[in-house]
Protein backbone atom coordinates (compact mmCIF):
# COMPACT_ATOMS: atom_id res chain seq x y z
CA UNK A 1 0.00 0.00 0.00
CA UNK A 2 1.09 3.37 -1.12
CA UNK A 3 0.70 6.43 0.89
CA UNK A 4 1.14 9.85 -0.86
CA UNK A 5 0.92 12.98 1.14
CA UNK A 6 0.84 16.75 -0.82
CA UNK A 7 1.93 19.33 0.64
CA UNK A 8 2.78 23.38 0.83
CA UNK A 9 -0.70 24.59 -0.78
CA UNK A 10 -2.24 27.63 0.66
CA UNK A 11 -2.82 31.00 -0.57
CA UNK A 12 -0.80 33.62 -3.02
CA UNK A 13 -0.86 36.63 -4.56
CA UNK A 14 -1.21 36.68 -8.67
CA UNK A 15 2.15 36.56 -10.21
CA UNK A 16 3.70 34.45 -7.05
CA UNK A 17 5.36 30.82 -6.41
CA UNK A 18 4.74 28.01 -4.62
CA UNK A 19 6.06 25.14 -4.30
CA UNK A 20 3.87 21.44 -3.64
CA UNK A 21 5.80 18.58 -2.19
CA UNK A 22 4.24 14.97 -2.49
CA UNK A 23 5.85 12.57 -0.19
CA UNK A 24 5.53 8.72 -0.37
CA UNK A 25 5.69 6.06 1.54
CA UNK A 26 4.71 2.28 1.94
CA UNK A 27 6.45 1.02 -1.76
CA UNK A 28 9.33 1.56 -3.98
CA UNK A 29 8.68 5.10 -4.62
CA UNK A 30 11.72 4.90 -7.15
CA UNK A 31 10.54 2.83 -9.82
CA UNK A 32 6.72 4.82 -10.07
CA UNK A 33 5.98 7.45 -12.45
CA UNK A 34 4.53 10.15 -10.61
CA UNK A 35 1.86 12.84 -11.77
CA UNK A 36 0.22 16.24 -10.51
CA UNK A 37 -3.65 16.85 -11.68
CA UNK A 38 -6.15 19.64 -9.96
CA UNK A 39 -9.72 20.27 -9.40
CA UNK A 40 -11.37 23.29 -9.60
CA UNK A 41 -14.73 23.18 -7.96
CA UNK A 42 -17.56 22.12 -10.56
CA UNK A 43 -15.15 21.27 -12.65
CA UNK A 44 -13.32 17.55 -13.37
CA UNK A 45 -10.00 16.89 -12.18
CA UNK A 46 -7.21 17.91 -15.33
CA UNK A 47 -3.50 16.57 -15.66
CA UNK A 48 -1.62 19.13 -15.03
CA UNK A 49 2.42 17.25 -15.56
CA UNK A 50 4.19 13.79 -15.45
CA UNK A 51 7.60 12.29 -14.35
CA UNK A 52 9.11 9.51 -15.10
CA UNK A 53 10.26 6.88 -12.56
CA UNK A 54 13.82 8.29 -12.40
CA UNK A 55 12.95 12.21 -13.20
CA UNK A 56 14.62 11.64 -16.51
CA UNK A 57 11.56 12.38 -18.42
CA UNK A 58 8.43 15.29 -17.88
CA UNK A 59 5.74 16.41 -19.53
CA UNK A 60 3.25 18.99 -19.14
CA UNK A 61 -0.27 20.07 -19.76
CA UNK A 62 -0.52 23.27 -22.00
CA UNK A 63 -1.97 24.68 -19.41
CA UNK A 64 1.21 25.40 -17.29
CA UNK A 65 4.18 24.49 -19.52
CA UNK A 66 6.61 27.20 -18.94
CA UNK A 67 5.10 28.56 -15.64
CA UNK A 68 5.18 24.51 -13.49
CA UNK A 69 7.77 22.40 -13.25
CA UNK A 70 7.74 19.19 -12.04
CA UNK A 71 11.08 17.33 -10.37
CA UNK A 72 11.40 14.21 -7.96
CA UNK A 73 13.78 12.81 -4.89
CA UNK A 74 13.95 9.46 -5.26
CA UNK A 75 16.32 9.43 -2.04
CA UNK A 76 13.88 11.65 0.10
CA UNK A 77 10.89 9.45 -2.05
CA UNK A 78 9.38 12.65 -2.78
CA UNK A 79 8.14 15.26 -5.91
CA UNK A 80 7.85 18.27 -6.36
CA UNK A 81 5.55 20.78 -8.40
CA UNK A 82 7.36 24.34 -8.81
CA UNK A 83 4.32 27.00 -9.51
CA UNK A 84 5.57 30.01 -10.30
CA UNK A 85 3.33 33.12 -12.39
CA UNK A 86 0.28 31.62 -10.47
CA UNK A 87 -3.20 32.93 -11.99
CA UNK A 88 -6.20 32.96 -10.41
CA UNK A 89 -7.89 30.76 -12.66
CA UNK A 90 -4.83 28.21 -11.42
CA UNK A 91 -6.88 28.38 -8.04
CA UNK A 92 -7.99 24.46 -7.26
CA UNK A 93 -7.29 21.39 -4.57
CA UNK A 94 -3.58 19.96 -6.37
CA UNK A 95 -3.40 15.91 -6.01
CA UNK A 96 -0.07 13.98 -6.57
CA UNK A 97 -0.47 10.22 -8.06
CA UNK A 98 1.34 7.67 -8.36
CA UNK A 99 1.33 4.64 -10.96
CA UNK A 100 2.84 1.23 -9.38
CA UNK A 101 1.53 -0.99 -11.54
CA UNK A 102 3.63 -0.20 -14.45
CA UNK A 103 6.50 -0.33 -12.79
CA UNK A 104 10.16 1.35 -14.50
CA UNK A 105 7.86 2.76 -17.74
CA UNK A 106 8.58 5.43 -19.61
CA UNK A 107 5.41 6.23 -21.21
CA UNK A 108 3.39 9.67 -20.61
CA UNK A 109 0.55 9.14 -18.16
CA UNK A 110 -1.96 11.68 -18.43
CA UNK A 111 -5.55 10.06 -17.70
CA UNK A 112 -6.88 9.78 -14.23
CA UNK A 113 -7.24 5.60 -14.62
CA UNK A 114 -3.00 5.39 -15.17
CA UNK A 115 -2.28 6.15 -11.68
CA UNK A 116 -3.59 4.27 -9.34
CA UNK A 117 -2.69 5.49 -5.22
CA UNK A 118 -3.85 9.67 -4.56
CA UNK A 119 -3.08 11.95 -2.34
CA UNK A 120 -5.53 13.74 -0.16
CA UNK A 121 -4.81 16.75 -2.15
CA UNK A 122 -3.86 20.40 -1.07
CA UNK A 123 -6.01 23.66 -1.43
CA UNK A 124 -4.20 26.91 -3.82
CA UNK A 125 -5.80 29.62 -3.82
CA UNK A 126 -4.20 32.27 -6.05
CA UNK A 127 -5.99 35.60 -5.33
CA UNK A 128 -6.25 38.50 -7.99
Known amino acids: QVQLVESGGGLVQAGGSLRLSCAAS????????MGWFRQAPGKEREFLAT????????YYANSVKGRFTLSRDNAKNTVYLQMNSLKPEDTAVYYC?????????????????????WGQGTQVTVSS
Open 51 to 58: ISWNGGST
Open 26 to 33: GGTFSSYA
Open 97 to 117: AADSRNRYSDYVRKKRYEYNY
